[in-house]
């Protein structure tokens, strides 16, 4: 466990820092940085306390340290004391009114930034209008004492990537911040992309060592090609190669006795509809009338688990800890609604702890199962997805064999599952992992970037 200071700031203009022996022992320091800035000071031990460092207010000023009184971590290479880390996190949305800074998502940055304290790490929220390129400087928004402030604080060790959609991840301006960031300045950015359904599954299936999880899957292409795939499976489904939150899922079955296919999807309305059609050429061009087939995937159907007769998948978060290994943080179940065609609560689907759908025994069981096939998945994607990955969110299937499926993995996943009240628990791991990672990652960078770069 690293060990963390309170950084204490003496009313005085003098170029001292007053560190605990434990840390100056048989060192020597020359400089103190906190993010970008830094500067040469002359370093003396603490007389009498070994749980705190003190700087100067002109040191404070020069550093442009806000002093919210959080015990911070202590990185110390090439004769530099480095103070945090400060982690940023770069996002879109942010309005005028200071008690909703970021519109309908402060409530979200509100509780990520509230983990500050635990995981020790002096984290704010920015948007690249807040950057000064100039002065090397950011405008960051803090969430301290139950209230966002604002303080001109230097880059940050760390970027947190929470762009909010993938048109926000393709403007071409934000792409030259991002690029600006970790090229001139160095700094990793972690979580940086929303994944391709298809990107995704080709990469894994290249891997080889989760193919056991993977549904049959491929880009639209014709449908003689559905048809085959509908004799093989029963039912297939069609969905787009970058959606979310269940948008644009169509299920489609054939059934063998009438030689009728059917089509379940949900309307705009969020009516969940099964339309019956006389063939796949009828159907496509009522369903999928103005809809790009280029852009669809289609996948193997899997006969899954039922609750009472309703399908049930389940959603899995993996976050890096401190020591930057996966670990599973929250696994719940996801009944889908009646009659819908997928488990997402906008459509009918409920929110079940592992424990209200399944005796302990099988309990134990699947827990097992999906743990093993998260943690797999999870380091298979880390290999073959650019960028520097730090948690990800799985809709993971199980059949009625017992075997596990991948549906869907996702870089940015959605926290709704967070809203049962006995998964408050796993909510604030998952938010203190996020953070706790970027602790890891900032002590990479300055001790060896050569690992986080090869």
């Keep these: 466990m690293r060990k963390r ?30 993010g970008s800035n830094s500067m040469t000071v002359d370093f003396y031990p603490h007389p009498d306390r070994n ?16 002093d919210l009184r959080i015990p911070l971590h202590t990185f110390i290479e090439n004769e530099v004391l480095t103070i945090g880390p400060i982690v940023g996190i770069f996002t879109t949305g942010f309005t005028q ?10 409530l979200f940055f ?32 803090f969430y301290h004492q139950h209230k966002w402030q604002k303080y001109e604080v230097p880059f940050p060790n760390v970027i947190y990537d929470r762009l909010p959609n993938r048109r926000s991840e393709n403007s071409p301006k934000l792409r030259k911040v991002k690029e600006r960031l970790q090229k001139d300045y160095l700094i990793p950015w972690y979580n940086p992309g929303f994944f391709n359904k298809l990107d995704v599954y080709e990469r894994l299936l290249q891997d080889g060592s989760v193919e056991e999880y993977l549904p049959e899957t491929h880009a639209f292409t014709s449908f003689s090609h559905i048809e085959s795939m509908l004799s093989k499976y029963g039912h297939v489904y069609i969905k787009p190669k970058n ?72 959603r899995v978060h993996t976050n890096k800890d401190e020591g930057g290994n996966w670990q599973v943080s929250a696994i719940a179940a996801k009944v889908a609604g009646h009659g819908s065609v997928t488990t997402h609560k906008r459509s009918g689907g409920e929110i079940k702890t592992m424990t209200e759908i399944f005796p302990s025994e099988k309990r134990n069981e699947y827990i097992k199962k999906l743990e093993k096939a998260a943690l797999q998945l999870s380091k298979a994607l880390d290999q073959n997805m650019e960028g520097i990955i730090g948690e990800i969110g799985f809709d993971l299937g199980i059949d009625r064999n017992g075997d596990v499926w991948l549906f869907e993995a996702n870089s940015k996943p959605g926290r709704s599952i967070f809203s049962h009240p006995d998964l408050k628990s796993f909510d604030l791991l998952t938010r203190k992992l996020s953070i706790a990672y970027a602790v890891y990652l900032a002590e990479k960078a300055l001790l060896h970037p050569e690992e986080l770069y090869k």
């Design 5 to 34: 200071y309170l950084i204490d700031v003496a009313p005085n203009d003098q170029l001292i820092v007053f560190c605990p022996k434990s840390l100056l022992r048989d060192r020597v320091m020359k400089r103190i940085a906190f």
């Design 97 to 106: 009114n200071p008690e909703q800074p970021i519109g309908e998502r402060t």
């Design 110 to 141: 509100s509780k990520l930034l509230s983990v500050n304290k635990p995981v020790g790490a002096l984290t704010f929220v920015f948007g690249d209008q807040h950057i000064d390129w100039q002065q090397g400087s950011i405008e960051g928004f």
């Design 51 to 66: 749980d705190r460092i003190v700087i100067s207010r002109e040191i404070q000023k020069a550093l442009q340290f806000p």
């Design 243 to 314: 959606g979310s939150l269940g948008l644009g899922i169509h299920q489609i079955i054939y059934d063998k006795h009438t030689n009728d296919y059917y089509c379940r999807y949900q309307e705009k309305n969020d009516v969940n509809r099964l339309r019956k059609f006389p063939s796949l050429e009828r159907l496509f061009e009522i369903v999928f009338a103005h809809q790009p087939l280029d852009r669809m995937v289609v996948q193997q159907g899997i006969h899954l688990l039922r609750i009472e007769q309703r399908p049930v998948d389940f």
